[in-house]
């Protein structure tokens, strides 16, 4: 049994993929700064901020040590938001 080709005379039209050297994400260069200012000091949370800009140095990472960071971050602000919330 054989399986069908695609259509004589190419109606199916190709699909470019990305190019070879693209890599997502910022340019290798490119640093974060600072967080930026939120104004009202009672409004921060040192903790937060501290996820906030690990999840912004985490941009300069090899993917895989990203989700990391990322799931590091996330956990730090769950329990961060939850403590807040009981008080």
């Known amino acids: 049994m054989s399986r069908p080709g695609p259509p ?18 910022p340019p290798v260069s490119a640093r974060p700064g600072p967080p930026r200012d939120v104004g009202d000091d009672e409004a921060r949370h040192p903790a ?9 140095n985490a ?7 990203q989700i ?11 329990e961060t938001l939850a403590t807040i919330d009981q008080t």
């Open 8 to 25: 004589a005379g190419g109606s199916f039209a190709a699909r470019p993929g990305p190019p070879v050297s693209a890599r997502p994400g």
């Open 48 to 56: 937060v901020d501290a996820a906030v800009q690990a999840m912004a």
């Open 59 to 65: 941009a300069t990472l090899a993917p895989a040590d």
């Open 68 to 78: 990391a960071q990322y799931e590091a971050a996330y956990e730090t602000l769950r």
